[in-house]
Nanobody, 121 residues
């Protein structure tokens, strides 16, 4: 079985921080590209960040550059998204996804169920 499980979402005031985690079960995340996506109500799904196989490349959408950081912890089989200086516009359901091809943007085969991030005062 393969499974991705997101955690770490919640309610945070503007300017606050959250750390999202994406943990894999049944496979080793290091061999996959892992992307974080988000979808706000009424909006298109948006790619937020991605880390490629073996950490060769990382990517961030412009709106989160300098605020979000993606990283791997192979010992925990987890990819995290550290989100700082959060804005109300960051409010969305956040999903992680794994690409077997190992490259960001090449297609994601497995998806987690999502975790809600709400930035509000």
């Amino acid at each position: 079985q393969v499974q991705l499980v997101e955690s770490g979402g919640g309610l945070v005031p503007p300017g606050g921080s959250l750390r999202l985690s994406c943990t894999a079960y049944g496979f080793t995340l290091d061999y996959y590209a892992i992307g974080w996506f988000r979808q706000a109500p009424g909006k298109e799904s948006e790619g937020v960040s991605c880390i490629s196989k073996s950490d060769a490349n990382t990517h961030y959408t412009d709106s989160v550059k300098g605020r979000f950081t993606i990283s791997r912890d192979n010992a925990k089989n987890t990819v995290s998204l550290q989100m700082n200086s959060l804005k109300p516009e960051d409010t969305a359901v956040y999903y992680c996804a794994a690409a077997t091809g190992g490259l960001c943007g090449w297609g994601y085969d497995y998806w987690g169920q999502g975790t809600q991030v709400t930035v509000s005062s």
